[in-house]
């Protein structure tokens, strides 16, 4: 009977609240990770109004995950985070992350609508273009100027010239290579910074960004 009981809470599915939302734990978390401990924390470090329309947060190793080699995905209001994760860092990481996607919803226009961080942006792939031609690849085959994510330039990028090249060549143009793929990653992987107190070095490479997020973080608090 108590093998029994002890099945049953283990496979139970656990829910508890963050910001007024339900987190809920499909699957379980590696022993050891806290995860109240972490979304308990989490709420602390942004302003209330960062939860509006978030519908829940998801602890659940989906499909996509495998299919697209990442570890959360924001959709429809949603937080899906695999709970296939080494430890709380990568648990919070990934949260943040996907914040970023869903203020991207809640103010396109504060973020975008002065194509200011556009502007920044572009200018940041237009050097790492210059870099990668100075380190003899051709890119002439890719559009540097997309601001969308482009599974064949993903593929340019992590593949062709790898993570250690990649990251050689966007020192001190992005605050990590994954901001070079995509705008929308662009602001995420900043936005992630910001929040896991790298705020000075975010300010220095990219100002423009730094501000937008700044000014969000500032915004929402009052």
Known sequence: MRD??????ENSTRYFRFGGIDVIEVDPVSEGIDLQA????????FPARYFKDLEEVRIE??????????????????????NQQDDAKDIIDDVIHEFAHHLEMLYPTEIYGDKKLIKEFLT????????????????KEYDFKDLKFDTDFDIFLYK???????RMVTANIFIRPYASVSLRE????????YY??????LEKISPMLFDKIDELNTKNRY
Do not use: C
């Open 4 to 9: 029994y009981i002890l099945e049953k809470v």
């Open 61 to 82: 190793h989906i499909p996509e995950f495998d299919q697209r080699s990442t570890n959360a995905m924001y959709r429809d209001g949603v937080f899906y985070i695999t």
């Open 196 to 201: 896991l107190g790298k705020q000075n070095s």
């Open 124 to 139: 940041k792939r237009a050097q790492l273009e210059f870099e990668l031609r100075s380190e003899g690849y051709w890119t």
């Open 38 to 45: 972490i979304f308990y924390s989490l709420e602390k470090l």
């Open 160 to 166: 062709r010239i790898g993570k250690q090249m990649l």
């Open 186 to 193: 662009y602001f995420a992987t900043g936005f992630e910074a």
